[in-house]
């Protein structure tokens, strides 16, 4: 089936470092990539999408780019800021037609002063 | 206006009882979803419905009963709740395959 991979953290940043954390997926087809940030005590939002390959999704400083040949959508900032403390989820919809979203197990970024 | 709505956010009760969970959403999405995550904010999506039918049963045990009375609802009953039901319930919903889905802001259900 499908799935996806990303890092374990916590991923421990000072302010104004440069951020990658790294997802890779597994799909039967042509998949839709996400990556969704989740801030203490809220809701998922969705940060970004790539919806074919080579495609570079984009949202508040942060990127994504879609690599079909090593299926992977690594997420990266050039300078994160305390507010960007949240936990990131990688995600894929299916293309199998069950229409649901997969994601991966988050990773918890904490940016210190 | 919010886009996907659930209530209660929080939700404290005692082993054995049963409990509702509401979730509407004024998106005109024809896909809603239920994820749970656990206290390890790993998501594990439990059901999917379309059009009010459901799609999607990841193995969710038969004391979960989701309802969906029209596209815009999907209510999630559950019975004899057990310790390890405590987790955060979020409700999603999503206009189509390949598409994102979107959150509402959980429910927190803690089983005492």
């Known amino acids: 089936g499908n799935s996806v991979t990303q890092m374990e953290g916590p991923v421990t940043l000072s302010e104004e470092a440069f951020l990658t954390i790294n997802c890779t997926y597994t799909a039967t087809g042509y998949p839709s990539l996400f990556w969704y940030v989740q801030y203490p005590g809220e809701g998922l939002q969705l940060l970004l999408k790539?919806?074919?390959?080579?495609d570079k999704g984009s949202n508040k400083g942060f990127e994504a780019t879609y690599r079909k040949e090593t299926t992977s959508f690594h997420l990266e900032k050039g300078s994160v800021q305390v507010s960007d403390s949240a936990v990131y989820f990688c995600?894929?919809?299916?293309?199998?037609?069950?229409?649901?979203?997969?994601f991966g197990i988050g990773t918890k970024l904490q940016v210190i002063p | 206006d919010t886009a996907v709505s659930q209530t209660p956010k929080y939700l404290v009760t005692q082993m054995g009882n049963d409990k509702s969970i509401k979730c509407e959403q004024n998106?005109?999405?024809?896909?809603m979803y239920w994820y749970k995550q656990d206290s390890k904010k790993f998501l594990k999506i439990m059901f999917s419905?379309?059009?009010?039918?459901?799609?999607i049963n990841e193995t969710v045990p038969n004391r979960f009963s989701p309802k969906s009375p029209d596209k815009a609802h999907l209510n999630l009953h559950i019975n004899s709740l057990e310790l390890g039901d405590s987790a955060v319930y979020f409700c999603?919903?999503?206009?189509?395959?390949?598409?994102?889905?979107?959150f509402g802001q959980g429910t927190r259900l803690t089983v005492v």
């Open positions: 419905y379309n059009n009010k039918e459901l799609i």
């Open positions: 995600a894929l919809s299916d293309p199998g037609g069950y229409q649901k979203v997969t």
């Open positions: 998106l005109g999405h024809d896909t």
């Open positions: 999603a919903s999503s206009p189509g395959v390949f598409t994102e889905a979107f």
């Open positions: 790539a919806t074919k390959a080579d």
